[in-house]
Nanobody, 125 residues
Framework: QVQLVESGGGLVQAGGSLRLSCAASGRTFSRNAMGWFRQGPGKEREFVAAINWSGGSMYYADSVKGRFTISRDNAKNRMYLQMNSLKPEDTAVYYC??????????????????WGQGTQVTVSS
């Protein structure tokens, strides 16, 4: 059974940092693009960051550019999201996702085939 499991969420003050992890099991995603999405309270799910299979290319939403860094470790079948200078508007459930090998990287949620259950990030002002 293929699973993506996020961890590392929590409560942090504005200006603080968190590092999210996404652990994949059941298959390897070393040849697949992966990404992070988030859904804030009362909001639709939105794209945060994406990374190609090798980790050599990254793509960010304007709202997080310069503050968040996406990375991956294919040997460990893991992906990460380092979040710095967090703002209250970053409060959301964060989801990791993987696609099936069709895209170099993608910011469109419907292009992803596998999803984690989400981890809550709350940023207090």
């Amino acid at each position: 059974q293929v699973q993506l499991v996020e961890s590392g969420g929590g409560l942090v003050q504005a200006g603080g940092s968190l590092r999210l992890s996404c652990a994949a099991s059941g298959r390897t995603f070393s040849r697949n693009a992966m990404g992070w999405f988030r859904q804030g309270p009362g909001k639709e799910r939105e794209f945060v960051a994406a990374i190609n299979w090798s980790g050599g290319s990254m793509y960010y939403a304007d709202s997080v550019k310069g503050r968040f860094t996406i990375s991956r470790d294919n040997a460990k079948n893991r992906m990460y999201l380092q979040m710095n200078s967090l703002k209250p508007e970053d409060t959301a459930v964060y989801y990791c996702a993987a696609e099936s090998g069709r895209y170099y990287y993608t910011g469109l949620d419907y292009n992803y085939d596998y999803w984690g259950q989400g981890t809550q990030v709350t940023v207090s002002s």
